[in-house]
Nanobody, 123 residues
Framework: VQLVESGGGLGQAGGSLRVSCAAS????????MGWFRQAPGKERELIAA????????YYGDSVKGRFTISRDNAKNTVYLQMNSLKPEDTAVYYC?????????????????WGQGTQVTVSS
């Protein structure tokens, strides 16, 4: 099972970026998927999650109203659209999935992880 992130890179404050995560080796169409991020010197935090149907979402307070998570189960892919970027959004962004949960916002439920993709926001 592999989760592979793409997108990200360098963005400007107030701008937008999108990261994608493609799953292979297994299907997660019945499982929750989420996006975490880890900034230097900080703990990894769950910032967004989406249930298997795509009709229930969770957002952390730091991204609520600015980021949007979505998924395409036919493509086994989850997306994170990031708008109104801030320098404090700079972090490594990780895609994750739970093999057992259809929806959860508890970090310990996620047991499959991507390798991470760097997002840097300049002021």
């Amino acid at each position: 099972v592999q989760l592979v992130e793409s997108g990200g890179g360098l963005g400007q404050a107030g701008g937008s970026l999108r990261v994608s995560c493609a799953a292979s080796g297994s299907t997660f169409s019945r499982n929750v998927m989420g996006w975490f991020r880890q900034a230097p010197g900080k703990e990894r935090e769950l910032i967004a999650a989406i249930n298997w149907k795509g009709d229930i979402t969770y957002y952390g307070d730091s991204v609520k109203g600015r980021f949007t998570i979505s998924r395409d189960n036919a493509k086994n892919t989850v997306y994170l659209q990031m708008n109104s970027l801030k320098p404090e959004d700079t972090a490594v962004y990780y895609c994750a999935a739970s093999s057992t949960k259809s929806y959860t916002y508890y970090s310990h439920d996620y047991d499959y992880w991507g390798q991470g993709t760097q997002v840097t926001v300049s002021s």
